[in-house]
């Protein structure tokens, strides 16, 4: 480094060029793009993943379990005593395993819906879907 009357002059000449050889790398990435661009007739082929619908199935047929906000317990609209909702669901579930929808009052207590989970797993539900309705 030299110094000249206003102070230091600044850095070696080799270091000055860096910046102009990235620019030069930058042009020359760019020339290279225009004429793969160019080779192709303009046009790059771009192969998206396509979606296709499946196979209609047919509509599960769901155990409707619910409560209303006194306690009271129905199965598939029946009304079911709380002792006797372990054996209703594992009935209605069957060997098949039909899942569980479970629909309830929000006034009920919350115990309510423990008491209804609690039977489910003990009639060996798999599949225990809970049903809301939007607020609107």
């Known amino acids: 480094m030299t110094r000249d009357r206003h102070g230091l002059r600044g850095e070696d000449e080799g270091s000055a060029l860096m910046p102009l050889m990235d620019v030069m790398l930058s042009v020359l990435a760019g ?5 793969t661009i160019a080779e192709f007739g303009g046009q790059i082929d771009v192969y998206l993943p396509g979606v296709a619908a499946a ?3 047919q509509p599960v047929d769901n155990v409707e379990v619910s409560f209303d906000a006194a306690g009271a317990y129905y199965v598939a609209d029946r009304p079911v005593e709380r002792t006797g909702l372990t054996a209703a669901l594992r009935a209605a579930i069957g060997v098949e395993g039909r899942p569980v929808v479970i629909r309830g009052d929000r006034a009920a207590p919350f ?5 209804l989970y609690e039977a489910a797993r003990e009639a060996g539900a798999s599949h225990v879907l809970v049903a809301t309705r939007d607020r609107r």
């Open 31 to 35: 020339v290279m793009y225009c004429l």
């Open 111 to 115: 115990e309510v819906s423990v008491v």
């Open 55 to 57: 196979a209609p199935t």
